[in-house]
């Protein structure tokens, strides 16, 4: 009897091991993204881009332009990019931050990693959630602020080119 108990405990010890691959830690297969963003032909420093997923199962992912324009996208830590799948692109530039040349405040910008608590807090952001953001002045035209209306779309693919321009109008 004590044999049968014993072989059962190795046998679930064993099975626990073999189903938890790398320590049990989920691993995002997040790829390189990255892109510029533009409004009137001109690069627009500054600026946040957020991907919204279109579909459960993705996160969302982020990037802050640099003074050509050009982002990088981070979905947990700073430059991992975003999961392969659709999204829905916002782009917003507060005019706080377009009149200080200060660093980003952005975590990720130094090379930290961003809370669950503050991802969500961007999404909600990107997707119109946050009705006293949304009505503060913005160098972006309102149509772009959110995810929902921009019309901006990207398919990160699981291999390949993922460059993305968004080249915005103020017209």
């Known amino acids: ?62 990037g802050t332009t640099d003074e050509n324009g050009r982002f990088t996208l981070t979905t947990l830590n700073p430059g991992d990019g975003a999961m392969p799948g659709s999204y829905a692109v916002s782009v917003t530039k507060p005019v706080a931050a377009a009149a200080s040349s200060a660093p980003s405040q952005d975590p990720r910008a130094r090379g930290g990693s961003i809370s669950p608590e503050e991802a969500a807090r961007i999404k909600a952001q990107a997707q119109g959630g946050a009705a006293a953001t949304a009505a503060a002045a913005n160098v972006v035209p309102a149509k772009y602020r959110s995810a929902d209306t921009s019309r901006l779309t990207a398919e990160v693919k699981a291999s390949g080119d993922n460059t993305f321009t968004f080249e915005l109008s103020s017209r």
């Not at 691993?27 to 690069?43: E, I, R």
């Open 1 to 62: 009897m004590l044999r049968v108990c014993l072989g059962l405990i190795c046998a679930a010890g064993l099975i626990a091991a073999a189903g938890c691959p790398g320590g049990g830690g989920a691993k995002l297969n997040t790829v390189k993204v990255s892109g510029t963003v533009t409004l009137d032909g001109a690069p627009l420093p500054g600026a946040t881009v957020s991907f919204v997923p279109k579909s459960d199962g993705a996160r969302a992912a982020f």
